[in-house]
């Protein structure tokens, strides 16, 4: 069970998307408690691979994004929309990159020493070494595939929740 709990909290951490390769400046910090805590959380998501996953992240949601946007702009020369998609990724992946320390002390706020441990003993493990090794292919085909259908849905979702709100005289 201890080990399933495990797997648990590691898929959630994973799927959230948090970054690992930041500095932190831990002499800011309150005590010393504060300073382990964060020193945990930042080897947790090292361990994990983070910075790899913002990666994946960003670009998929530059994926999305150009997809989405590029009806503003009427007239695209052939192969801009791969730039466009490729300037913004480089773009977002800094931006959360430069997040880090910030995201790391919030992953520290909601994850106790204890479960962080756990975490890191997790992505050591022989499953650990496993998820870490696949969620990458997995989540790039999640991105690429399946999100997708969900960024071209949800603009005929919007126009149908316009109308029943409408309807309902809540607009």
């Known amino acids: 069970m ?4 495990s797997a648990a909290f590691a898929v959630l951490f994973f799927c959230c998307g948090f970054l690992a390769n930041q500095t932190l400046d831990i002499a800011s910090l309150a005590d010393e408690g504060d300073a382990q805590r964060l020193a945990l959380a930042k080897e947790v998501m090292t361990v994990a691979g983070f910075d790899s996953a913002a990666k994946v992240y960003m670009a998929a949601y530059a994926r999305q994004a ?9 007239s695209l020369k052939e192969g801009a929309e791969k730039a466009l998609e ?24 909601h994850f106790s020493s204890s479960e962080m441990q756990g975490l890191l003993d997790f992505y050591r493990s022989p499953l650990g070494q496993t998820f ?40």
């Open 86 to 109: 490729e300037e913004l990724t480089t773009r977002l992946v800094q931006e959360y990159l430069d997040l880090g320390p910030e995201i790391t002390r919030v992953f520290a706020k």
């Open 132 to 171: 870490l090794a696949k969620v990458g292919a997995y989540d790039e085909e999640v991105y690429s595939t399946i999100y997708p259908k969900i960024a071209s849905s949800t603009e005929r979702h919007w126009f149908l929740a316009i109308d029943v709100l409408r309807a309902q005289g809540k607009l």
């Open 66 to 74: 150009v997809s989405s946007w590029k009806s503003t702009l009427p």
């Open 2 to 5: 201890n080990g399933l709990k």
